[in-house]
């Protein structure tokens, strides 16, 4: 019994079969069986598998009735008695090494069932068009069989047995079949090892099945159905893979541009296979891959090899056009054109050997000389992009560097096409594999940041800088001629932030920078209000009698107060509140106002009420509120009454609803340290979910076996709507981690989550699979705020990055690329009540629509709202590189211009960037450009594509277990 059994279905294969026997034979291990299943082949191919048959007896010819692979495939595994099998094709070939180092593999992992590798794609003289990992099927083989196909068919060897146990191949599929067996290879729980040597070589020939285009959809339309069917029924016990969904259409389409670029290249006319595709097709969001199916088939089609395809390129570009035209009239927009021939021009000339200059149409390819590094390059062409070419030099592509073209190039420009192009290979080469661990990369980002923070001390205008040479010129020139045209110049400096919130160490001068703003707590509010209310019914009046009220504020209860005592005394810190409570409460009472700090100064004279509310939590020390609860206590008459109201906090109750507010005392504490204290005695109680008011009375001298009476304690819903800012700071059902404990930690990670808004009355298919409906959104928020975390402001990410190299606490930002009036009335007030601000990247046009003047703007920018751009709506691969400047610079300014602030982000539509795209931003004034997915961001990460979570209604319960997930 042979280790390996090789199964070659051969079906006129004469001019290969040789070549892929040869490759056998040259194998090191040699303990294998052929099995050529000839299927009625009628050139000769049946006879050179008798001929290697009758050459070594390891060798079997099987001549079979002409059925098909899958049929041919099948009848050869019926006399397969080898352990594992190895499907190969009678034209292609493995390494000599092939079998050896799987076997090793597979001895190594006896557990597995199906072991794979890596393989090139070899055009018709064998020259490399491309080179292909193995996929992770080790760790997901579902998913990942169920995306598309896993690899070439003879990058595999599987079992026998368990090929067997599935019935072997589906002789219904005429293409993908190969896809199909390993689909319901692990849907069945085969186990896959993967080795990442590249040890097999898939050749194309005139004659292969995957140019049948029409086969090919038709195949490749029955595989995405049965991978669909997968994702709903999973075998029992593996329903815990991820499944991914991929459009059948869209795919579809993939394969089609593959087959039409074979055509193209070999001269043939392309196959019209539109009414395969449908009508549902979508090429919005597979642009570069469709560029670079084209470009694939194209070199295999041509015979030419990826270097030289670029010197046919003049014979080819006008059957390019045909294509592109069809599949523009398909899809019933243009807009498709430009940038998959742009990025099949960037293909062509980045892989070419360039002899001389090459103006392929959008892309010019230009070989590099020395003197271009200094005096630069002059182009005569319309082309927006530009190829530089170090002539001589091997691998082509590693010597080839592009970017924007919008004239002609001074030396400092082509410098800088160099450098970015190296910038980018070095920064995807180190996400992939990190040269230094984190923990001495962590340490260096910081160190980094504070020389950042150095430069910018001694050079102010560091971070102002505008790109020298040809790109800075045209910068320069588009903001005068917009001045020009009255179109306001930006912001001096970033709007300014309210003042901090005070804490328990904050100074006099703190406290009246918070009221700097008039009513910073909302006093007038309903909340506020039914609490004013609830403390006022428990006081008793006196006319005759003295009150005290700490912590005054801007009077506000004072009033009450003074209606029902006969003076009053008002304390607070600071100045500024007790100006405004004077004029409050003019008039209206005998009141004296006092500036000072009652836990440094204490309390002076006696009273017949003291009150206190919402002050206590700023207490320095516990301590220090024992010392007030005794002066407190000292300072009342006899039956006098002591009244506080204050707030529950999250770190005195994490399992239970409580406002997430820094304190050295929550109102549970506050309630004990008074209780506890000598010469009070607890009479009466209103208890809320959020607070409690609790009232005391001065405790007369104890009588011998008297009993004191039990306080009377009264349970109250909250009896009013909280208001947004109020709503904002509960955390609901208890914290798993508060924002006051997350402020210890610190990261360099930054979950960017995009919303697509919420479901409207009338659900539509678009509102099922990207919109949630507002009780999930609610319920996401909420979770993320008992996680502990908290909005992150684009100026905040930006001075971080600089010059702090990290944050505090738990930072993420909530963006949604969709601003209407949905959004304001539905979207944003959730998001108010459960403490976040939003990030909405919009047009100029549609934010002064949707607000209706620049007034309503400026409001909602100071409650909180941030503003990146989204450019004029169009996708900015549509664009060519000058237009595309002229409308970023434009965009930005008039961004400014309508909220005051700088703005520093933006995503361009249907999140297309690429490396043209992200440099003219930059320059433009971008500090940051936003993809549509890409998982989480890091603080320091690639500016010009920072990665977002996608949180359409498909997947956001994976989304928030990934987000959750302590950082």
Known sequence: MSAVTII?????????????????????HTNWRIIVACDGATDGTYEIACQAAAADSRV?????????????????????????????????????????HMLRVAARYPEADIIACGYRRLDELGRVCDRFAPLPLDKDSLAVCAAGPPGAIHSFIVRRERVVKCGGFDETLQTNEDWDLWLRLAQDGSRFAVTRRVLADYWSSADSLTRDTHMMVRDARTMLERARAVQANPALGLEHFDMRSFPVADLALRNWMWSAGVAIGQGRDVPNAFNDLGPEVDCRYQKDELA????????????????????????????????????????????????????????TARHGRLKGQIDLGLVLGVPLSPAMLWRGFQPQTLADMIVFQVPYLRPITWFSFEGPLLGGLAGVDVRRIIWHSIKRRLLAKLARTPLIPPRISKPLARYMALARRVVKRIFPAYDAARPAGTLGASVRKIEADLQARDVPPPPVSPALSAAAHPDSRSSPEEWDAFFEQANPWRYDSAYEQVKYQRTSSLIRPNAAGKALEIACAEGHFTIDLASHFGSVTALDISERAIERAKQRVAGRGSVNFVQTDVFRDGIAGRYDLITCSEMLYFAPSVAALEKLADNIAAA?????????????????????????????????????????????????????????????????????????PAAVIETMPLGCELTDPVAGDVVWDGAILSRSDSKLLRTNQIPVLLFHGLNTGEVTAADEVFGLSAEAFDAHLRLLRRHGFRSLRMDEWERAARYSGNLHGRPLMLTFDTLDHAFIDQCWPIMRRNGFQPHVFATPDELLHVAGTEATIKEWVSLGLSIGSRLDGRAADTLLSPELLQVAIETRLKLEALTGLTVRSVAPPMGMIDHRIAEILHAAGFYRCFLDDGGIATLSGREAATPRIDMAAENVQQAMLTIIAPS
């Open 8 to 28: 070659i279905p051969a079906f006129r294969n004469a001019a290969t079969l040789s070549r892929t026997l040869a490759s056998v034979y040259a194998q090191y």
């Open 636 to 708: 009342l008459n006899q039956n006098g009454q002591f009244v506080h109201a204050h707030a529950f906090l999250i770190g005195e109750r994490p399992d239970r609803t409580a406002f997430d507010w820094d304190g050295t005392a929550g109102g549970d504490k506050i309630f004990e340290i008074f209780n506890a204290a000598p010469g009070l005695r607890h009479v009466r109680a209103i208890i809320t979910d959020l607070y409690r008011i609790d009232l005391f009375e001065k405790a007369e001298e104890p009588v011998a076996g008297a009993i004191a």
């Open 60 to 100: 079997v010819a099987l001549d079979l009735p002409h059925g098909g692979p899958s049929k041919a495939r099948n009848a050869a595994l019926a006399k397969a008695d080898g352990e594992w099998l190895l499907f190969l094709d009678a034209d292609d070939t493995i390494a000599p090494t092939f079998l050896s």
């Open 292 to 347: 670079l199916r084209l470009f694939n088939g194209m070199v295999i089609g041509s015979g030419t090899g990826l270097s030289g395809l670029v010197q046919r390129w003049q014979g080819l570009h006008e059957r390019v056009e045909q294509v592109l035209g069809q599949l523009a009239r398909h899809v019933g927009h243009d807009d498709v054109v430009v940038p998959i021939a742009r990025d099949l021009q960037l293909q």
